[in-house]
């Protein structure tokens, strides 16, 4: 199956800090999805990025499709951006998501 | 709030119980699919309904079962209950159709004692 592999697995940040994290996948998606896993648990939908580019406040997300990656970017971080960043891909045909097993971001005052 | 919706949020049961899971998706979507988190496996795919019938079963257990009903709604039925299936469930919907947004429900903590 493909596979996706996430990095860095732990990052720690000063308050302020910006940060690049980074998703590979090993075969062609239809779908590409980042998550933030709060400490509560919950799973929130942060971008649908199949290929492009998005922003969304302090966020924005860029995938190449073509040379299988994506990079979720956290610019001026808050103690709230704590958390798991998970990517998750849809291959090709309709098949569920499979996730990377995550980065742990921990943003300090 | 992603307009899915989970019941229980959490549930304490002991071995070689039973438990249901209940998962009711946004309004509109006609797909519901399971996820189970774990500490050791982490979020995996379990199963995938679209409008009644099952479409793809990924790591589900045989003790696990699902349905969804007619309103749309989907059950997960775990049985025989094992310390390892103590994990975070989450249900997700979706029109089904490919390259859509899959949201997430806020899931079911279960706590198997």
Same mark, same amino acid.
């Given at each position: 199956g493909i596979q996706v592999e996430q990095s860095p697995p732990d990052l720690i940040l000063q308050e302020g800090a910006n940060s690049t994290l980074r998703c590979n996948f090993s075969d062609s998606v239809n779908n590409l999805q980042w998550f933030h896993q709060n400490p509560w648990g919950q799973l929130i939908n942060l971008f649908y990025i199949p290929s492009g580019t998005k922003q969304n406040g302090r966020l924005s997300a860029t995938t190449v499709a073509t040379e299988r990656y994506s990079l979720l970017y956290i610019s001026s971080s808050q103690t709230t951006d704590s958390g798991v960043y998970f990517c998750a891909v849809e291959r090709v045909g309709n098949t569920p998501l499979v996730f990377g097993k995550g980065t742990r971001l921990s943003v300090i005052a | 709030d992603s307009g899915v919706t989970q019941t229980p949020k959490h549930l304490i049961t002991a071995t070689g119980q039973r438990v249901t899971l209940r998962c009711s998706p946004r309004s509109g979507d006609l797909s519901v699919y399971w996820y189970q988190q774990s500490l050791d496996q982490g979020l995996q795919f379990l199963i995938q309904y679209y409008n009644g019938e099952e479409r793809a079963k990924g790591?589900? #257990?045989?003790?696990f079962s699902a349905q969804q009903f007619p309103d749309l709604h989907s059950e997960l039925n775990l049985s025989s #209950?094992? #310390?390892?299936?103590?994990a975070l469930y989450f249900c997700a919907s979706s029109g089904g159709r490919p390259q859509e947004t899959q949201y997430f429900g806020p899931g079911t903590r279960l706590l198997v004692l």
């Open positions: - | 790591n589900i #257990l045989e003790r #209950l094992e #310390l390892g299936d103590s």
